[in-house]
């Protein structure tokens, strides 16, 4: 591991903003990136001249050929540190800088239960999320599954960000992971305040391409790829309401 103390020889500001990352140099062809003042993880150029980024906890995060490339990488995350639990969020950059214009942000995270949920504890949740989120003019959608959660929030960008920012900090989960961020200007679940569904094993629907599993998404599945399951989810959701009512 290389010394951080040295001199700072260079520094670089990635994805202007609240959650903008600063690289500095510290050694030659050896990065550290902060938050906020938070330590994110650093950037190492390898002999075969590669520049490989890990996160704080020196996990690799991704592999580039130019400097630029690897600060920018949607493999490198970004950590933020919470406060009152000191547990973090992993933001996929290629998720926070793929928005576009349009009123309301998208986001949809995972996020694995530190314990077994009891269905009072969900039922918590849920009942916090509907009252709040209804304030916040926040709707969504939760599923839990094997204990990993997928929530999907939009809304107005302050109050998502504001939410996304007490959910990282609550410690019934950890190893929160943003998978889709994006301004969209129609609303998916504009009919729900929170929806809340637990899958089954089976295939809930008859719904070509639809999953029924979400497991998989928690570990550096592509953006597509979750951006499509993420649409799937809603469907599935929005037939398993329209069945329910019928
Ligand atoms: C998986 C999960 C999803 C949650 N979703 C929401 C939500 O959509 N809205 C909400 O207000 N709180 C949600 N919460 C609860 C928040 O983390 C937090 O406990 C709650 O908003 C109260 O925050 P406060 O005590 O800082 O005021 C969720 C918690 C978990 C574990």
Redesign the pocket.
Known sequence: MHATNEKVARSQVVDEGPRAVRWSQVEEAFYVGNSRGNFVGYIDRGPDGAFRSFDSMSTLRGEASTLEESMASPRCTVLRHCG?SGSTMTVNNDAASTSQSGELKYLVYT?V?TRKMLPEDLES??F??????LD?R?T?L?L?RGNV?I?F?EGPALEVDS?MD?????D??SRVRVLVVERVAERSFADWK?GFAIPKDTRPTGIEGLRDSFTDLTSGAYYDVVRQAAEDFSVWFKAGQRAGSS
Not at 128 to 133: A, M
Not at 166 to 170: L, P, T
Request: glycine share 4%; aromatic share 8%; net charge positive.
């Open positions: 009152r996020s239960a949740i849920l916090t999320s509907r009252r709040r989120n916040a926040i969504g939760l839990y959660f929530q929030l939410l007490r959910i990282s900090c609550d019934r989960h929170m």
